[in-house]
């Protein structure tokens, strides 16, 4: 079974190539190796390299590969980079990430519901990932002081607007990617930290996330699906 896997992984990032959310070699060899059947819980590992997101328990998802391919894109990873990822879940996102940093870069990344963590720290082990990704339990909204700055932030949740600690830990020339707005849909923005620190927000695709929960997120899902009334 697992070369019929790699077989359909390629077809996708074929397809995914052809569709423009692949762009560079870096992304395209990063999706050709990690496994997501790896990723995903078995009662739905044979969708795993159908281009849609998954459930991983918990009310979360795995996100479809086309919007992790182009959320890498955008984020521009390159070897050697510090990377703060908001938003484990399954690690996936994480292993991509870790793929393109190695040998001496590294992935910091935070989930906020335990049994989750638990679940990537597994797949990111089993599938050889787990001395180039470090995972926090803990409220991604406010970044992780300890290792800040950052090449690199991206948030895999989307938030009311960029939670400013994520802003204060990039580095200057660095670059965050988030989901911005509330339940059901939101877009895609890229912040770019000039070297001389100043800020420029580019708005990218509409894209559909689940909310980020925590002190500069929403409160709780009902004030992400309430925050929709109120655009
Ligand atoms: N990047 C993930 C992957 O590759 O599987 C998919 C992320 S999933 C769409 C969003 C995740 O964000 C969920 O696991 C959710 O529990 C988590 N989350 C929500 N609010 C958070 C917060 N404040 N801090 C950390 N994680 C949070």
């Given at each position: 079974m697992s070369s019929e896997y790699v077989k359909r992984r390629e077809e996708l990032v074929y397809a995914l190539k052809n569709l423009g959310y692949i762009r560079t070699s870096r992304v395209e060899r990063a999706m050709l190796k990690v496994p997501r059947e790896l990723f995903v819980p078995e009662n739905v590992r044979e969708y795993a390299y159908d281009d849609r997101p998954l459930p991983i328990g918990y009310n979360q998802t795995i996100s479809a590969p086309s919007i992790v391919a182009h959320m890498t894109e955008l984020l521009d990873p390159q070897p050697g980079d510090k990377i703060l990822e908001i938003?484990?879940?399954?690690?996936y996102q994480a292993a991509i990430l870790a793929e393109i940093v190695a040998p001496q870069g590294h992935v910091w990344s935070i989930e906020k519901i335990a049994e989750l963590a638990e679940f990537a720290r597994k797949n990111l082990e089993r599938t050889g990932y787990s001395d180039r990704v470090t995972v926090i339990v803990g409220d991604g909204s406010k970044g992780y002081?300890?290792?800040?700055?950052?090449?690199k932030i991206i948030v895999t949740a989307a938030a009311p607007r960029i939670p400013e600690p994520l802003i204060n830990q990039l580095k200057p020339g660095g670059i965050l990617v988030a989901p911005v707005g509330p339940l059901p849909l939101q877009f895609l923005f890229i912040v770019y930290k000039r070297p001389d620190g100043k800020i420029e927000i580019v708005r990218d695709l509409e894209v559909v996330f689940v909310p980020l929960i925590g002190e500069y997120g929403w409160k709780n899902e009902r004030e992400a699906i309430a925050g929709f009334w109120e655009t």
């Open positions: 938003g484990t879940g399954s690690g002081e300890p290792q800040a700055p950052y090449d």
